[in-house]
């Protein structure tokens, strides 16, 4: 020992070698303990993946939307005169929402119309006047047919006369001129006649007033056009003017929507897809209530929008009652009523990574890692299994969140 010290090299050499040695074996000594932990079954509880019966009913929020809008727009301008609806009021079609003052457009029509009145008598009277100069040429002919057939009688006497030496040749002239003159009275009379009967003389009066009568009905349309109508039956659910207002021609007055029928509208996932095509019905109910109502399928899109990777789909549904208002929600029924056996794990035994779902199946005392596509949520909040195990499966319900894939297990009682 003494030797030991008085080398102090040699002293500090064999105290190295014993630490490294020392340490050796404590590092050894806690690998092997390591190990032995490492290899030791992690305790856990399974139970069988069980069918259970679960309802077969699926449901897709839609909302519920007017089946029509319609702006409502003056076609004429003017001050408004008075308001005989208000926002929120329902009105039918046709309706007088507001009135504007039509003062103006009244005293043209009456100006117009005493000038119909002014033409009509105009036409009246011609046609009187007409009537008596056709009589008038009608009695002048008789008269001339009745005064040449004498003057025809006595022409002939003078001329026989005259051929017996019995009168002057004057007096056979005298003859011969009146009956030419009357022949000639008579031809203008009936020519006369016939201009008359040939000719309109009452087509430009007849023209005037019915262009003046055309004039009347743009005016009464006009007149029309100051009474404000709803285009459409439905709900007032926006209106602008106030009384004493001027609006002008073309003013968007305010909105109707029609809520009956009730459009409602929904976007169809892939998966439920197949739960609407060729459905013309689909039953519905309003979100916190029971009640069932029916739509009537009047839309399905046939190619998936690119922006939500989802169909559009429209129903229609009577609402008489206006129960079913814009804004509202309802719960589309795709899948009925019936109820339907599927396999269910609880919901303890599932793990998450990132987007998927995972559960440990125990097979020959090892955990093997399955990757499951979970559906609908049981009462019992267990969860259905679409794929991924089989009725009858021990899956690990309790410890998974321990585990890795082929890890070994010791299955609790």
Request: some cysteine; glycine content about 6%; charged content about 25%.
């Amino acid at each position: 020992m003494t030797r030991m010290i008085d080398n102090p090299n040699r002293f500090h050499r064999v105290l190295m070698t014993g630490l490294v040695i020392i340490l050796s074996g404590a590092l050894a000594a806690g690998c092997s303990v390591t190990n032995a932990s490492g290899n030791q079954a992690k305790s856990v509880k399974i139970e069988p993946a069980a069918k259970q019966k679960m309802d077969n009913k699926q449901e897709l929020d839609a909302d519920v939307v007017s089946s029509s809008q319609v702006n409502i727009i003056t076609k004429v301008g003017g001050d408004v005169l008075e308001m005989k609806k208000k926002r929120g009021d329902t009105v039918q079609q046709g309706e007088v929402i507001f009135t504007l003052d039509s003062a103006d457009a009244a005293r043209n029509r009456e100006k117009t119309e005493l000038s119909r009145q002014n033409l009509q008598a105009q036409l009246d009277k011609t046609r009187e006047d007409i009537a008596t100069n056709r009589g008038v040429y009608k009695n002048t002919i008789e008269k001339l047919q009745l005064t040449l057939a004498d003057l025809e009688k006595s022409y002939n006497n003078i001329r026989n006369d005259y051929d017996a030496g019995l009168v002057p040749k004057s007096q056979l002239d005298k003859a011969e001129t009146q009956l030419k003159t009357t022949r000639l009275d008579l031809d203008t009379a009936q020519k006369q006649l016939a201009n008359l009967e040939a000719t309109d003389p009452l087509a430009s009066l007849k023209i005037q007033i019915e262009s003046t009568n055309v004039t009347l009905q743009d005016i009464d349309k006009t007149l029309s056009d100051f009474e404000v109508k709803a285009p459409i039956s439905g709900i007032l659910t926006d209106l602008n003017p106030e009384a004493g207002v001027t609006v002008p021609a073309g003013y968007v007055a305010g909105v109707i929507q029609q809520q009956n029928p009730i459009k409602i509208h929904a976007d169809v996932t892939e998966s439920a897809l197949k739960l609407v095509r060729g459905k013309q019905e689909l039953p519905f109910t309003l979100q916190g209530s029971d009640a069932k109502m029916t739509g009537t399928v009047t839309y399905l899109a046939e190619v998936m929008s690119p922006q939500s990777k989802t169909y559009v789909l429209e129903l229609s549904a009577p609402n008489a009652d206006l129960k079913l208002k814009s804004g509202m929600r309802v719960k589309l029924q795709l899948g009925g009523d019936a109820s339907q056996d599927v396999v269910t794990v609880p919901a303890s035994a599932i793990t998450k990574e990132g987007n998927d779902n995972y559960v440990f199946v125990v097979s020959n005392d090892l955990a093997e890692k399955r990757k499951v596509v979970l559906g609908r949520t049981a009462a019992d909040s267990s969860r259905e299994v679409v794929s991924g195990v089989k009725e009858g499966e021990p899956i690990v319900v309790l410890g998974a969140q321990e585990l890795k894939d082929k890890d070994k297990v010791e299955v609790r009682k």
